[in-house]
């Protein structure tokens, strides 16, 4: 991982959603999915998204790859603003900045064999024209990722979860990208298959130079991969840091929560606990002050008023939170 050279660099993204119906008074509602997330990826790390259901982590990711605009703010690809590009300017952005989903069927086409599934981006991007080579690419993919040749006649039906995960895989390196959105890619696999795909994932970095921006709503799974991770909650990044530091020295209430969560691995395990009473707000409207506010046992009058920046309390640890914004300002 190479600190000083930010290869995809997120500036207050925005992104909101139209809501058919009327609100209160005649009014159209919206639903704010993120809300000026700010986020610097570092080129040939793994920096992990983690927050529940809902948080705008899958929504981030697809804004990253193009599936959707953001309302507002930059998405910064090697220095160039990729947010609004569309048609023939995005697709030498797509060939470079590749996604891996949660659902591996219906990420692949039923029709397509293996190979043929692997071969297309290849075919509607250009990049090798001889169809020798490409089928050669295409198998060296397969062993690449722990298939063989005898898979790449099948159909999607006939592989199991993790063989078609594997699949998808071979086919977002068949254009060599530099950067992998891995959207919940392990979640829907059994845990001794998901080490396997983890594990698969860390040596083609290697291997590669890859770059990952891994969501998951898994604290464990994100812990096994990341270098850096970030805490999102209700479309708002709320602390940021070192792996290491997450989950030896979290900061902001909602991460200290979230790890509270996990069962210990020993019955004779203790840790501290952190519970937030009462329910998530909705995204739906006008957002004021801090989103945890409503929840949280630390909250002031400031926070229900305005909203936390996300600010360094700690070399390379930044929260959002106002309990240590005195601490910057000293």
């Not at 979860?161 to 919940?184: H, M, T, Y």
Request: aromatic share 6%; charged share 25%.
């Amino acid at each position: 991982m190479s600190e000083n050279n930010v290869i995809l660099s997120i500036q207050n993204l925005s992104k909101e959603f139209k809501l058919r119906g009327e609100g209160l008074f005649g009014k159209p509602q919206t639903l704010h999915a993120l809300s000026d997330v700010c986020l610097d990826v570092f080129e040939g790390e793994t920096l992990g998204i983690i927050g529940e259901s809902g948080c705008g982590k899958s929504t981030l990711g697809r804004c990253i790859v193009g599936l959707h605009t953001p309302t507002s703010g930059q998405i910064l690809f090697e220095g160039k603003d990729i947010a609004h590009l569309k048609g023939a300017e995005r697709k030498p952005v797509h060939k470079n900045v590749q996604m891996i989903f949660q659902d591996s069927y219906s990420s692949l086409d039923p029709r397509f064999t293996a190979a043929a599934s692997i071969e297309e981006p290849m075919i509607i991007h250009g990049t090798e024209p001889d169809a020798a080579k490409r089928q050669k690419k295409v198998l060296d993919l397969m062993k690449e990722v722990g298939l063989d040749v005898q898979h790449l006649q099948r159909y999607p039906h006939e592989f199991s979860g993790g063989q078609r995960q594997r699949i998808n895989v071979a086919r977002s390196l068949s254009l060599d990208p530099k950067v992998i959105v891995c959207d919940e890619p392990v979640s829907a696999l059994d845990v001794s298959i998901q080490a396997q795909v983890l594990n698969l994932f860390r040596r083609l970095q290697r291997e590669r130079g890859l770059t990952y921006v891994f969501i998951s709503h898994d604290l464990s799974v994100v812990k096994h991969i990341s270098d850096r991770v970030a805490i999102m909650y209700l479309g708002r990044v709320m602390e940021i840091s070192p792996a290491h530091s997450i989950y030896e020295n979290p900061l902001h209430p909602y991460t200290k929560a979230l790890l509270s969560a996990i069962p210990p691995e020993s019955p004779f395990e203790t840790h501290p606990e952190m519970k937030l009473q009462g329910e998530i707000p909705s995204p739906v409207g006008d957002q004021v002050g801090c989103p945890l506010a409503g929840r949280c046992p630390n909250a002031t009058e400031r926070c229900h008023a305005e909203r936390p920046a996300l600010v360094e309390v700690e070399d390379n640890h930044k929260v959002a939170c106002f309990l240590y914004h005195n601490e910057v300002a000293r």
